[in-house]
């Protein structure tokens, strides 16, 4: 009688154990993948954020070019601190897209126009994170300068 | 009979309550990650709604009425407004677009009616508009939404005066 006692007792003990330890194991598994879709959600949240900012920049630098007679040096009337160089120019921000120099910068919008010929000018507006340089963004056009009469001449 | 009868150890209770509250902090932990990241999406989608989709109205208002040279920034009442001038069944007449008491706010109304910015239709809830000229068919508008969020756009007009 004791001996059976004490296997009934032994067999529930080991029963309690084993659903401890497959609800511990569940649990984990269940807390496993949320954590996976969390961390999954913030990183694309982020993306999203960062792609957001960029269309936004990119899609500003695109309608100011898009006007005839614009060069990279014009850029500085949309951002005093852009850096030119050649046909290029350079606008570093930070990570919350305040404009900043190039040391402590998270992005940067690079500018260019290429005069092909004396009313074509073709350009590209390219937002890229800074370090590791990552292109997010990029728009680009032709944009063409009317003929006027004194063209002819 | 001795397993039966046997004194309760105090690890019996421990245990038990132990996991609880693991199984309790661990539950909260995941609950408060996920409480964090709705709520920082949930914000996100919220400056959309409101900063961007004044931008957009204010956009789309630009390239709708760029004739002319027909879009411009003018200040009433020391606000300044987006207007847009046009012919309407020969009548000249303007549309205005501005923040007024924490609304964006559109009025239409033909040149010469002395104009009331309190009288505007409201479009949606906006804390601040400004806008600036940065040149000659080159503005700049800039939004906060009631957050605090800042936004802006660059707009260009294509028409010739």
Known sequence: MNELSKNTFSSRSSLLLMEIILSILFFSLAGTVCLQMFVKAKLLEQDTAELDMAVRYVSSAAEFLNQPERTAESVAILYPAASVEGNTAFVWFKKDFSSCSQKEACYRLEIRVLQEDTHTAVWSAVLYTESPAEEIYRLEGTVYQPYTPQDRH | ?161
């Open chain 2, 1 to 161: 009979m001795r397993f039966r009868t046997r004194s309760r150890h105090i690890i019996d209770l421990a245990f038990p309550i132990a996991l609880f509250f693991v199984f309790a902090v661990s539950s909260l932990s995941i609950l408060i990650l996920a409480a964090d990241i709705y709520a920082s999406t949930a914000s996100h989608l919220r400056i959309n709604d409101e900063n961007r989709t004044a931008l957009s109205y204010i956009a789309e208002k630009i390239r709708q009425n760029d004739t002319n040279g027909a879009v411009s920034i003018t200040s009433i009442d020391g606000i300044d407004c987006l207007a847009m001038s046009a012919l309407y069944n020969e009548i000249p007449c303007t549309t205005y677009i501005y923040e007024y008491g924490g609304m964006m706010k559109e009025l239409f109304i033909n040149d010469g009616i002395p104009v009331s910015l309190k009288s505007g239709r409201d479009i949606m809830a906006i804390s601040s508009l400004s806008m600036e000229q940065l040149e000659e068919q080159l503005w700049r508008f800039t939004t906060v939404d009631s957050d605090g969020n800042e936004d802006f756009l660059i707009a260009a007009g294509r028409s010739v005066p």
